[in-house]
């Protein structure tokens, strides 16, 4: 079985430019999540989808961050206009759906986006 | 709010010892998680412990659970240099989101 995977693995843009980040989950599985590391942080929650459908973006620090899964499928993260204090690491998992917090998230390998 | 802590932050021993690291919340949880990163990688995930059970076992890992005292713990026996890492503690709620702690980072000494 394919784990969840991350592309790109890493992305350099200059400030002011605009980057998309895409997830691709594990088959099957309808829950999915973006997590994000800022330097020195803890990960934290961004946004959660069921199926193509936003359960919860809570997360989400502003809306230069638009987060879609057309087709409950893969899932892009797209920051426009990237700021300095977008760096860190995207982290995605993916989860079977079922009763909340029962199943574990298995997380990508993480998209690290420096801007500069 | 933040929920996990681990302690410590950072813990180095020598090679073949055990290692310790703890983990303390602070809401009512569904579930709680252990994970790993190695340096520049991605979040493995090490053991799933749900709020009805105690302690689970999974190779060298064993981590246990007290609800009473929103704790946890994991323990890695025989520790080896690969086991160098970060280790997160997550805990998840009804509504499904994962919070993390900050991390413990795990240096084995040769």
């Known amino acids: 079985e394919a784990g969840v995977t991350q592309f790109p693995s890493h992305s350099v843009i200059e400030k002011g430019q605009t980057v998309t980040l895409r997830c691709d989950p594990i088959?099957?599985?309808?829950?999915l999540y973006w997590y994000r590391r800022v330097m020195g942080k803890e990960i934290k929650f961004l946004l959660h989808?069921?199926?193509?459908?936003?359960?919860?973006e809570s997360g989400m620090p502003n809306n230069r961050f638009l987060a879609e899964r057309t087709g409950g499928t893969y899932s892009t993260l797209k920051v426009q206009p990237a700021e300095l204090e977008d760096s860190g690491v995207y982290f995605c998992?993916?989860?079977?759906?079922?009763?909340?917090?029962?199943?574990?998230?298995?997380f990508g390998p993480g998209t690290r986006l420096t801007v500069t | 709010s933040q929920q996990g802590e681990e302690d410590p932050q950072a813990l180095s021993i020598q090679e073949g010892e055990n290692a310790t690291m703890n983990c303390s919340y602070k809401?009512?949880?569904?579930?709680l998680q252990w994970y790993r990163q190695n340096s520049g990688r991605g979040l493995v995930h090490l053991i799933l412990i749900r709020s009805n059970e105690r302690e689970k076992h999974s190779g060298r890992l064993r981590v246990t659970l007290d609800t009473s005292k929103k704790s946890s713990s994991l323990l890695i026996t025989a520790s080896r240099a690969a086991d160098t890492a970060s280790y997160f503690c997550a805990t998840a709620a009804r509504d499904d989101k994962i919070i993390f702690g900050k991390g413990t980072r795990l240096h084995i000494l040769p």
């Open positions: 088959s099957g599985h309808d829950n």
């Open positions: 809401t009512s949880i569904n579930n």
């Open positions: 989808f069921v199926k193509e459908s936003k359960q919860d």
């Open positions: 998992a993916s989860s079977h759906g079922g009763l909340a917090g029962y199943y574990e998230q298995y």
